[in-house]
C-alpha cells in the first residue's frame, strides 16, 4: 500500500478508485476505515451560516456515516450549501430561543451508535480526527463504561489561529461525543448542558477550535443571543434533505 497522496485523496470523491489503483495513502485508508468501524453521526443546529458550514461539514463527513444539520430559520443559502453533501440529512424548525431544546431534537434524529455535536463555527483538525478514529475502536468495545467523551475547546479571535481568546477558560472541556441515547437531553436555554449520561471520560489529545465571531458579520454580532426567550412549546420538524 502505497503511502502517497493517491488521487482520492487529491480530490477524487469515490474511495474505490484509488483502492482499485492500488495507491491507497495513509489519510485514504483512515477515512475508508472509518466508514465501515466509526458508527457515528455528527449533528448541528445552525441559522444563517453559509460563510463557514460547508468547510464544517467537509471536514467531518469522511469519519462519519451521517450529518444531522437542523436549520432555525435561515435567510441565507445555508440550506442549499448543505444539501449539496451526500451524507447530510438537513430538517428545519421553528427557533423558540432556545439552544438546549434545538439540539435535544438534532441528537434525536440521529440514527448511529454515537453522536458527535458541533456549532457550524467549530472545527476539528483533520489529524485529530485520526486520532478519534483510532480511539472509538476501543471505545465501541467498552460502551458499558464509556457514554460520553469530553474534549478542551480553544477560542480564536482569527481563522489563523494566532490570537487565542478567553485563555483563561481553557480547557474548557465540552461533552461532545456520547452514546446515542433516546434517554438523553440538553437542557438550558444558552450554554447548554448535556443530561442524563454517568460516564464522562475526559479526552484531551482532541481538540475543538471555536471561531465564534470570525465569520459573523457586523448585524449576526448584533444578533447575539440575550436573556430573552420564549415560553411556547416545541416546533415541528420539516426535512428537507
Not at 448541528?44 to 463527513?61: F, G, M, P, Q
Not at 448543505?82 to 431534537?105: H, L, M, S, W
Not at 480526527?129 to 474534549?151: C, G, H, P, Q, Y
Not at 490570537?163 to 472541556?173: I, L, S, V
Amino acid at each position: 500500500m502505497a503511502i502517497l497522496a493517491c488521487g482520492h485523496h487529491l480530490g477524487t470523491q469515490d474511495i474505490s478508485d484509488c483502492i482499485s489503483c492500488g495507491q491507497l495513502c495513509f489519510a485514504c485508508y483512515i477515512k475508508h476505515k472509518c466508514r465501515k468501524d466509526m458508527q457515528i453521526s455528527m449533528y448541528t443546529i445552525v441559522r444563517d451560516e453559509e460563510n463557514c458550514i460547508a468547510e464544517l461539514l467537509a471536514t467531518v463527513e469522511p469519519y462519519v456515516r451521517e450529518m444531522i444539520v437542523l436549520d432555525t430559520g435561515s435567510t441565507d443559502r445555508t440550506i442549499e450549501v448543505c444539501r449539496e453533501f451526500p451524507k447530510a440529512r438537513v430538517y428545519t424548525t421553528q427557533f423558540n430561543d432556545d439552544f438546549g431544546a434545538a439540539k435535544t431534537i438534532a441528537m434525536h434524529l440521529c440514527k448511529e451508535k454515537w453522536s458527535l455535536n458541533l456549532d457550524a463555527d467549530e472545527r476539528i483538525d483533520s489529524k485529530d480526527l485520526d486520532k478519534l478514529a483510532a480511539f472509538m475502536k476501543e471505545a465501541f468495545r467498552r460502551t458499558n463504561e464509556w457514554e460520553v467523551f469530553t474534549f478542551p475547546r480553544k477560542r480564536w479571535a482569527d481563522i489563523e489561529r494566532r490570537n487565542q481568546g478567553e485563555t483563561e477558560a481553557y480547557p474548557d472541556r465540552q461533552p461532545r461525543l456520547h452514546l446515542n441515547n433516546r434517554n438523553y437531553r440538553w437542557e438550558r436555554k444558552l450554554d447548554e448542558q448535556l443530561v442524563g449520561p454517568v460516564h464522562y471520560l475526559n479526552q484531551d489529545e482532541i481538540v475543538i477550535h471555536h471561531f465564534q465571531d470570525v465569520f459573523r458579520s457586523d448585524e449576526r454580532k448584533k444578533r447575539r443571543p440575550v436573556a430573552r426567550f420564549a415560553e411556547d412549546g416545541g416546533a415541528p420538524i420539516i426535512c428537507v434533505c
